[in-house]
């Protein structure tokens, strides 16, 4: 039996509503992480450290893995959106470098 449309508009609201509110905490996420990341950055170029780390890097992606193990959630997906952040915060990092450099 199919909802009326009321009833179906409404629930699309509610659900859309939710991806907003969700959207807003992965925002927020992201503006704390890249806070913090630039922090690293700092600690990094002021003690001349490399800003790859690959054992951190393969140590992030195996967390990844573990904590998506059990859900619907894509790896694949999941591991491209996490190099996408860090390929980011790397290339932060290096202009941090070049700023405390000058």
Known sequence: MKKNKINVDLLLKNERSTI?????????????????TKRIGLIKAENNIETYDSEREETQVKTLEKLIKDSDLDKKFIVNLMKLITTESKKNHEQIKKEIGE
């Open 20 to 36: 907003d509110r969700l959207d807003v905490i992965i925002v927020n996420a992201l503006m704390e992480r890249f806070s913090v």
